[in-house]
């Protein structure tokens, strides 16, 4: 039987609540096209700008998780988080709207199941703790979160653990939410030990905002590779 193939699909948002800039779709779009884990594993990288709407973001993914249906799959769907400080992997989604604004489509539920008769709950199988561990031991600001928020970021993760857990050719499904840039670079300032990133040695003085989000991409990247060594 020929070896299906390996395929990463990876995804971010584009901007919402008046904002011009969403850095998780920017870095979704930097990703290469093939991530080489090992000398002879070379996998290819789909990339996809989500719209921040509850019902478009979940066609777009799930037309994609569905043109590769003779894949194995590897889903990382990156999101902004304001005001956090590090790389969040996300642990669980909730079964749960409750928009504290609009999406870009002008929904705003409170209050409301995202799927009627799911869970009220999914976990990822994703080792976050280890790949945490991994991270961090490179000096890369990262943490664990248990709570993806109750918007879009959520919906659209709490959609895609549902569909993994009837489709078994989704290997892994990890949502990372980001802080803005400047705010991942005042971070690795101010940490004493410097992360283990090409872009930062790259980059060492004040860099600029192309500099800053090339940096937050790489650290996202790495959690990545770390996602693809668990399956």
């Known amino acids: 039987m020929k070896k299906r193939q390996l395929r990463c699909i990876v995804a971010g948002f ?6 011009d800039f969403n850095p998780s779709g920017e870095l979704a779009a930097m990703f290469p096209d093939v991530i080489s884990v090992k ?37 990382l769907v990156a999101g902004l988080a304001e005001g956090r400080k590090a790389v969040s992997l996300e642990r669980v989604a909730l079964n749960l709207r409750d928009y504290r604004i609009k999406d870009n489509n002008g929904h705003q539920h409170e209050a409301q199941k995202i799927e009627a008769n799911a869970q009220n709950a999914l976990f990822t199988t994703v080792p976050v703790d280890k790949i945490k561990k991994a ?7 990262c943490e664990v979160s248990n709570h993806a ?4 970021c959520n919906d659209i993760y709490f959609r895609t653990l ?26 690795i300032s101010k940490s004493e030990i410097k992360p283990k990133l090409a872009t930062l040695k790259k980059h060492a003085k004040k860099q600029t905002k192309a500099e800053q ?10 959690a990545l590779l770390e996602c693809i060594k668990t399956v």
């Open 39 to 75: 000398a002879k594993q070379q996998v290819p990288v789909e990339k996809l700008l989500l719209p921040t709407c509850c019902k478009e973001s979940w066609k777009a993914l799930k037309r994609t998780l569905k043109k590769y249906k003779d894949d194995d799959l590897i889903v």
């Open 213 to 222: 989000l090339a940096i937050l991409q790489e650290a996202v990247q790495l």
């Open 162 to 187: 549902s569909y993994q857990s009837e489709n078994k050719r989704v290997k892994a499904a990890l949502f990372v939410h980001v802080p803005l840039p400047k705010d991942f670079a005042e971070t």
């Open 135 to 141: 991270l961090t031991k490179r000096g890369v600001p």
């Open 14 to 19: 584009d901007p919402f609540a008046g904002a």
């Open 149 to 152: 928020g109750t918007f879009v």
